[in-house]
Every structure is written in structure tokens, then in C-alpha cells.
């Protein structure tokens, strides 16, 4: 049997096989308030597995943290009891569940942010967009964060660990990945400071080495993952050498000891997948310094996603898109059947349809077998 159906460990939890949820923000919260909704605990109890993991879409820390209207946030109680209902759904079955957390940084806009200016570690021209009650606009202008302001954000990041904890979840990964506020200050086309978090790459990880610590305070370094992006491009980030500067960030995790490390590989651009043939990259050099699990993300297939934890540059695989479509996508990949495809229409908010009522094969095979035998009964009354 191939190695990405065999049992694996991260940090606390042995889990029974390797193909995980990966993160998808699908704008269903209820409003106002950013409450997950009930759709949203039937999708993840739907896709939890025996031994399976889910990361549950990117909630933001605080009001300042939001970017786009409908996604999860984690920063009031009011919030608790809809993120209980998810862990509770994914326990119910046997899963693990671990809650992305993000800060959106530039990413944003003034109606989401509370009526003030998005915040980033420096102002450059930036051209992204932002999800406000008239669709996706253009995200607004952001201003630079004063040294004395960061302290009070790390807060956020430990405070809403710790609503995490409270609402049942196995852990926590950070948000380190697609142009976010970590990312920026990691990445040099976004970090121009002078200060002790601009400059030297050491600086640069400054903000990173602090929320993930703020993060171990709550959990331990055992139940803490990071997701980072190397070479991605979404949110317009750039670093002048990706590979230097990522190295140094696994090295950086790796003395943490966290539970994985999360890499989306550079293949997909926004939700268009690049490249289908392009061969993963950023896991191959990232895993000479980070010796803990490495989960790949990043347009994988059934055939990619095998062939990578056979070559041991990564030990599981997120899959986001095809899960969207395939509740018992493990299932499916172990044994070889076809997946129903994903529909991108409603990736970006909607109601429970082609969200929560995908069907499982054996639910599908069923639905077949009873439209046949109606399609059969109906011709012999005829
Ligand atoms: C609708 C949608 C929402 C996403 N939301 C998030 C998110 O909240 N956090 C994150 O890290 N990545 C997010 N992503 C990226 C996915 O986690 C994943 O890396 C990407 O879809 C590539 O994997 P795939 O080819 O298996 O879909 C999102 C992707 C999609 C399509």
C-alpha cells in the first residue's frame, strides 16, 4: 500500500493516514459577528476522517485581522459556540482538527477593519482586493505599523489560541503563508523597515518567531503548525531570495520542534492551478531544514500527492479543491475512484448547495442503484 494511506505522526496526535483538509475560507459565517454556522459544521463533520486532519479555514484574531466579509474570525465569545459545533463534528468521527489563525495585514479594506486603515509592516503600492458587502473590491490603502503596536497584535494571536482551545480544537496552525501580515514582514518585497523587524532576515522573522510563541504559550510546540508559501505570489508578495529566506524559516521552526510544517507548493495562482506538470519544488529544499512532518499542499492529485510521500520531501499531502467536492476524499484516493468535481462557483460564499451537500461514493452509489430501480419501475407501469 502506498505510504500516504499508513499511519504518521505530528506532534501530539498519531493520525491513520496522510491526506489532510487543507485551509479554505468560504465566506459562510453568519452575519453580523462572523459566527461559523451550522453549514459549516456540517461540511467539516462530513469530510472528518478516523485518524484524518482537517485545518479548518483562516479565522482572524481581531477586528483589524478581517479581510474578506463571511470568513471566520476567532476573537469574541460570541464565536464559540458555532467553532464548538465544528470540533465536536469532527471528534464525533474520530478526527483531529487544528484552526488556522490570520492576521490579513494589507489584504483588507476599511469596512472590514472597523473603519480604519489595514495595517502592514511598510506601504507598497499594492493592487489586491478585499470582500466587503459589495463583492471583492479593491483592497484599501494600509499604513505601516508603529514598533509599539506590535506587542498588542501578538496579544490578539495568543488571545484567540487560547478562545481555540477553549472551543475544543486539537491545535493551532499559524497563517504564515499567501501574503498575510505574517507573510509580509517575512518576505522582503513587503518588509522595508528599518527597525528590529525590517532588514536582515533575522529581523524579518521577528514578528513570526513572536506570534508562534505567544501560540506555544497556549498549546505547546506539539500542537502548533505553521503554513508558509514559498515563491507564491498571491497577495503580491515577493522576496528578493525565496529560498534563502525559507530555509531560514524552516530552520527557524524546526528548533521549535512544532507539530509540521505546512508548505504550499508554488503551482496555484489564486484558485487557478499553474503548471500542472511543474514538480514540487520548495518542499525539496525546505526538507534539509526542517525535520519534523512536512504537509505539501498545492495542486496535488492522487498520482503527485503518493509520489511525494514516497520520496520522503514530504510526509502528508492538503488537499483544498478536491475535497471541497469529495467528502471522503481519503477514501476515495485510497481506493482509486473517481472524484466529482469541484465547482468554483461557490467557493466564495452561497448557501449549503455544492458546499455541505456533496455525497460520498457510497452515498452516490446508493442514490444510482435507487434512481435505476425508479427509472425500472416506472417503465413497467407504463
Ligand atoms: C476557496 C479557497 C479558499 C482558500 N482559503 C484558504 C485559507 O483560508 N487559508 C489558506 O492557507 N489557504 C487557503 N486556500 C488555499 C488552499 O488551502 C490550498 O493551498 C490551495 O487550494 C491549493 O490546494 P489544492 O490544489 O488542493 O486546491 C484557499 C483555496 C481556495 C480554493
Given at each position: 500500500m502506498a505510504k500516504l494511506f499508513t499511519p504518521v505522526r505530528i506532534g501530539a496526535y498519531p493520525l491513520s493516514h496522510r491526506v489532510a483538509l487543507a485551509p479554505m475560507t468560504r465566506l459562510r459565517t453568519t452575519q453580523p459577528g462572523d459566527v461559523p454556522s451550522a453549514m459549516m459544521a456540517d461540511f467539516y463533520g462530513q469530510r472528518a476522517?478516523?485518524?484524518?486532519?482537517?485545518i479548518v479555514e483562516a479565522a482572524s484574531v481581531s477586528v483589524q485581522a478581517r479581510s474578506y466579509l463571511g470568513a471566520a474570525s476567532i476573537y469574541h465569545?460570541?464565536?464559540?459556540?458555532?467553532?464548538?459545533?465544528?470540533?465536536?463534528?469532527?471528534?464525533?468521527k474520530g478526527g483531529r482538527v487544528f484552526l488556522q489563525l490570520i492576521h490579513g495585514g494589507r489584504?483588507?479594506?476599511?469596512?472590514?477593519?472597523?473603519?480604519?486603515?489595514?495595517?502592514a509592516p511598510s506601504v507598497v503600492p499594492f493592487d489586491g482586493v478585499a470582500v466587503t458587502k459589495d463583492g471583492f473590491v479593491p483592497a484599501?490603502?494600509?499604513?505601516?505599523?508603529?514598533i509599539d503596536e506590535i506587542p498588542g497584535i501578538v496579544e490578539d494571536f495568543r488571545a484567540a489560541a487560547q478562545r481555540a482551545k477553549d472551543a475544543g480544537f486539537d491545535g493551532v496552525e499559524l497563517h504564515a503563508a499567501n501574503g498575510y501580515l505574517v507573510d509580509q514582514f517575512i518576505q522582503d518585497g513587503t518588509n522595508k523597515r528599518t527597525d528590529a523587524y525590517g532588514g536582515p532576515i533575522e529581523n524579518r522573522v521577528r514578528f513570526l518567531r513572536e506570534t508562534l510563541e505567544a501560540l506555544i504559550s497556549v498549546w505547546s510546540a506539539d500542537r502548533v503548525g505553521v503554513r508558509i508559501s514559498p515563491s507564491g505570489e498571491w497577495g503580491g508578495i515577493s522576496d528578493s531570495d525565496p529560498e534563502a529566506t525559507f530555509s531560514y524559516v524552516a530552520r527557524m521552526l524546526d528548533s521549535y520542534e512544532i507539530a509540521y510544517l505546512h508548505v504550499i507548493e508554488p503551482r496555484v495562482k489564486g484558485d487557478e492551478t499553474l503548471h500542472h506538470n511543474h514538480a514540487p519544488v520548495a518542499t525539496k529544499y525546505l526538507r534539509e531544514h526542517f525535520s519534523g512532518p512536512i504537509i505539501a499542499a498545492g495542486g496535488f492529485d492522487r498520482a503527485s500527492a503518493i509520489a511525494i510521500v514516497e520520496s520522503g520531501d514530504a510526509d502528508l499531502v492538503a488537499f483544498g479543491r478536491h475535497f471541497s467536492s469529495n467528502p471522503d476524499l481519503p477514501y476515495r484516493l485510497k481506493h482509486d475512484l473517481p472524484l466529482t468535481p469541484y465547482v468554483r462557483a461557490a467557493f466564495w460564499g452561497g448557501s449549503a448547495e455544492d458546499?455541505?451537500?456533496f455525497l460520498t461514493y457510497e452515498e452516490s452509489r446508493v442514490l444510482e442503484g435507487a434512481q435505476a430501480r425508479a427509472t425500472a419501475d416506472a417503465a413497467e407501469d407504463a
Open positions: 476522517s478516523e485518524g484524518g486532519l482537517e465569545d460570541g464565536q464559540l459556540e458555532g467553532w464548538k459545533a465544528i470540533t465536536k463534528a469532527v471528534h464525533s489584504q483588507s479594506h476599511v469596512e472590514m477593519t472597523g473603519g480604519v486603515d489595514p495595517v484599501s490603502q494600509h499604513r505601516s505599523l508603529a458546499y455541505s451537500d
